[in-house]
Each structure stands twice: as structure tokens, then as C-alpha cells.
């Protein structure tokens, strides 16, 4: 079993930046490969970006690539979402996710309650 929090949410003018981290706890956290996703309003879920348990592996939807970044500090058992250059098409509720493998998938059997980010003047 594996428990995760996100937090740093928050509202943010359009450029800004904001960094999410997602808080693991449970056996073997650094096993798992942790994704973010998103929902925004009246949309299907979407991937952002995925983690591998050593980290040698990183992969970013295109949308955000070049802005955001994806990090994990195995020592303290969590992983961070660096967004910069954020648009009011980011604005979404935040989701990290969790699997007992190197890579994500859309399926992951464990996920945090979600934090929102809210992009606007």
C-alpha cells in the first residue's frame, strides 16, 4: 500500500510559476514510478509527466515540455512538480500517481486526493 498527498497548489498570473510536490508514504516508496496528471473542467484526464523510481527515466507530455519539470528526492520520499511559464490552459486539478514499476501508465493503482492550480489575471 502506498498513501500520497499533493500540495502547492494554488492561483498563479499567467507566466508564473508554482511547485507541486506529492508526499508518499508506505513501504518501498522508491520503487515506484510516480506520474502527475491533470483534469481540467469538461476534460478526460491527461499525463503530464512520469518518473521513474531511479529517476533515469523522465518523459513530459508535449504540451509541457520545456516548462515543466519532474524531480524526486528518494530520501524524503517525495517527488516535485516545477511548472513555469504557466498558461490559463494549465488550470487543472493536479493529480500524482503511483506504480511498482519503472514506467506510468493511465492505469496507476495509486493516486492522491489532487490539488488545483489555477492559472488567471
Known amino acids: 500500500q502506498l498513501q500520497l498527498v499533493e500540495s502547492g497548489g494554488g492561483l498563479v498570473q499567467p507566466g508564473g510559476s508554482l511547485r507541486l510536490s506529492c508526499a508518499a508514504s508506505?513501504?518501498?516508496?522508491?520503487?515506484?514510478?510516480i506520474g502527475w496528471f491533470r483534469q481540467a473542467p469538461g476534460k478526460e484526464r491527461e499525463g503530464v509527466a512520469c518518473?521513474?523510481?531511479?529517476?533515469?527515466?523522465?518523459n513530459y507530455t508535449d504540451s509541457v515540455k520545456g516548462r515543466f519539470t519532474v524531480s524526486r528526492d528518494n530520501a524524503k520520499n517525495t517527488v516535485y512538480l516545477e511548472m513555469t511559464g504557466l498558461e490559463p490552459e494549465d488550470t487543472a486539478v493536479y493529480y500524482c500517481?503511483?506504480?511498482?514499476?519503472?514506467?506510468?501508465?493511465?492505469?496507476?493503482?495509486?493516486w492522491g486526493q489532487g490539488t488545483q492550480v489555477t492559472v488567471s489575471s
Open positions: 508506505g513501504n518501498n516508496a522508491d520503487y515506484y514510478a
Open positions: 518518473i521513474s523510481p531511479g529517476s533515469s527515466r523522465i
Open positions: 500517481a503511483a506504480r511498482f514499476s519503472a514506467y506510468c501508465r493511465a492505469d496507476m493503482p495509486y
